[in-house]
């Protein structure tokens, strides 16, 4: 089965700029979740959606980041305005059941 | 607060030995813990679950422990190969259902031909 797809791979922005992310997950895969991690920690949740809904967004910056998951299956993360801060490596993760959680390849964000 | 450990930021073994990983955690009572391998520039792999009426999991060459007492678990490596170097990151849920994981800092291993 393919795995999760994430685009872009790498993005680089001055900061105030804006910068969406896309995550494709596994089909089939009703969960979805976006993780930000820094350099030398662990992944950290931002939201997660069940099918379309969401099911728990308390990490989530909500006064620079949204995210969205139309019809359930493909999901978008923006940041607007960005700051430096923001720099880190974005994770999709989408899971069937049991906890067990597929990670697609991250997108590496610089702030500058 | 919720704190997760992982006993050290990075671990030195020779080849052919056991690695050993320590995972923490304080406040917290995780209905299991899952343990992930993650490579330079790519997202974490999925490696082991353990629940928490479960004291021991084992998969191939790797071996998971599980001390809700201890409020601890054991990661071992055993016959450890260079192939095996990689970040390894412990996270903990708190119940099935809301899926929700929450990742320790990770410990960097590698293994010395």
């Known amino acids: 089965e393919a795995g999760v797809a994430q685009s872009p791979r790498y993005k680089i922005i001055e900061k105030r700029q804006s910068v969406a992310f896309w995550c494709n997950p596994i089909?089939?895969?009703?969960?979805l979740y976006w993780y930000q991690q820094i350099l030398g920690q662990g992944p950290k949740l931002l939201i997660q959606?069940?099918?379309?809904?969401?099911?728990?967004d308390s990490q989530l910056p909500k006064d620079r980041f949204s995210a969205e998951r139309l019809k359930g299956v493909d999901s978008t993360l923006k940041i607007q305005p960005a700051k430096l801060e923001d720099s880190a490596v974005y994770l999709c993760?989408?899971?069937?059941?049991?906890?067990?959680?597929?990670f697609g390849p991250g997108t590496r964000l610089t702030v500058t | 607060s919720q704190k997760i450990e992982q006993n050290s930021e990075a671990l030195n073994i020779q080849e052919g030995k056991t690695a050993t990983l320590t995972c923490n955690y304080t406040?917290?009572?995780?209905?299991?813990l899952q343990w992930y391998r993650q490579d330079p520039g790519r997202g974490p792999v999925f490696l082991l679950l353990?629940?928490?009426?479960?004291k021991e999991k084992r998969k191939e060459r790797l071996k998971v422990t599980f001390d809700t007492t201890l409020k601890q678990s054991l990661f071992h490596i055993t016959a450890s190969q260079p192939a095996d170097s990689a970040t390894y990151l412990c996270?903990?849920?708190?119940?099935?259902?809301?899926?929700?994981?929450?990742f320790g800092t990770g410990t960097r291993l590698t293994i010395i031909p």
């Open positions: 993760a989408s899971s069937l059941g049991v906890g067990v959680q597929s």
């Open positions: 353990i629940r928490e009426n479960e």
């Open positions: 406040n917290y009572s995780p209905a299991y």
């Open positions: 089909s089939g895969h009703a969960t």
């Open positions: 996270a903990l849920a708190s119940n099935f259902g809301n899926e929700k994981l929450t």
């Open positions: 959606f069940q099918n379309n809904g969401v099911v728990d």
